[in-house]
Nanobody
Framework: VQLQASGGGLVQAGGSLRLSCTVS????????IGWFRQAPGKEREGVSC???????PYYADSVKGRFTISRDNKNTVYLQMSGLRPEDTAVYYC?????????????????WGQGTLVTVSS
């Protein structure tokens, strides 16, 4: 099982970025995929999750209305981030859940991949 997050970078407050999570070693349709982030000095937190069963999304309150999660029919999950704020600065990770929906999110993570750094300047 491998996951690689990409698309991070430096952006000004109010800007946008699109993160990608490319998976290999398992079928994307079998597992919900969650996005997480960890800011310096803070614990990792859940950001968004998408069900593989019906594409139903879940968003943390802190990103609701600004972030959009989606996935293609192959091996990639996306996180479109708009209206970025300095408090969104973190390393972002993606990870498969142990089921095909997001009911256990942000727990029940099967594996962690490499993260991508997002820095939002004020």
């Amino acid at each position: 099982v491998q996951l690689q997050a990409s698309g991070g970078g430096l952006v000004q407050a109010g800007g946008s970025l699109r993160l990608s999570c490319t998976v290999s070693g398992f079928y994307l349709g079998d597992f919900a995929i969650g996005w997480f982030r960890q800011a310096p000095g803070k614990e990792r937190e859940g950001v968004s999750c998408i069900s593989s069963k019906d594409d139903r999304p879940y968003y943390a309150d802190s990103v609701k209305g600004r972030f959009t999660i989606s996935r293609d029919n192959k091996n990639t999950v996306y996180l479109q981030m708009s209206g970025l704020r300095p408090e969104d600065t973190a390393v972002y990770y993606c990870a498969p859940q142990g089921r095909d929906d997001c009911y256990s999110y942000p727990n029940d993570v099967l594996a962690w991949g490499q993260g991508t750094l997002v820095t939002v300047s004020s």
